[in-house]
């Protein structure tokens, strides 16, 4: 029971860090300063308040480039490689003393897959805002996408297992939507 709750811990942080890269992290740091969790071996740095303050800085500069416009875009580019690669390491952070294979399997599959995904429905959502609006609406999903990060951290630490059953179902339902809503070119069978 202990790995599933540290997984979807890990999940509902690397779904969080589609929105926000560094918002996760510096909930997870500050959690595991205040022995809210446990940090597996290797991770104990983060556990820190020095993490803690580099993170919070990062946080801060994250959350006010995104309400600068074309750079908002830019980010958008490089968030989510980015964006995998923490939530792959929150995953492999919270799945405690478990073989390494299994630990970075599990952490790259499920933290950065869930992590890439939200990622790519955030840019794809802002890509629509700026084609939309000319980028005047940007500043709605930044605001938006700043607060489902700290949700998503805040929830996914005290209910880890309702929050990863929620985000994974809105996953599933928005790529279900998303292939019933494509062009008819996307759905033949014979491509």
């Known amino acids: 029971m202990e790995i599933l709750i540290a997984l979807c811990l890990g ?13 996760p992290p510096l909930a997870m740091s500050l959690a595991a300063i205040y022995g809210h969790i446990p940090l597996s071996s290797g991770f104990e740095w983060l556990g820190t308040t020095e993490a803690a ?3 919070g800085i990062a946080t801060i500069l994250e959350i006010l480039a995104y309400y600068i ?3 908002d875009n830019l980010l958008d580019t490089v968030q989510i490689p980015i964006a995998v690669g923490i939530g792959t390491v929150i995953t492999a952070a919270t799945l405690g003393h478990t073989d390494p294979v299994l630990q970075w ?23 629509a805002s700026t084609g939309l609006t000319g980028g005047i609406g940007n500043f709605m999903v930044a605001t938006i996408e700043s607060i489902g990060s700290i949700s998503l951290s805040i929830l996914g ?3 880890p297992l309702w929050t990863a059953t929620l985000v994974v179902s809105l996953i599933i339902l928005t790529v279900i939507k998303l292939i019933y809503s494509s062009p008819s070119w996307l759905k033949r069978k014979d491509i």
């Open 11 to 23: 999940i509902t942080l690397s779904a969080a860090c589609g929105f926000r890269v560094f918002i």
């Open 53 to 55: 303050f580099a993170l």
């Open 69 to 71: 416009p074309l750079v």
């Open 105 to 127: 399997t599990i952490a790259v599959v499920a933290g950065g897959g869930t992590a890439g995904i939200m990622g790519s429905l955030a840019s794809l959502t802002r890509l």
């Open 157 to 159: 630490l005290t209910f």
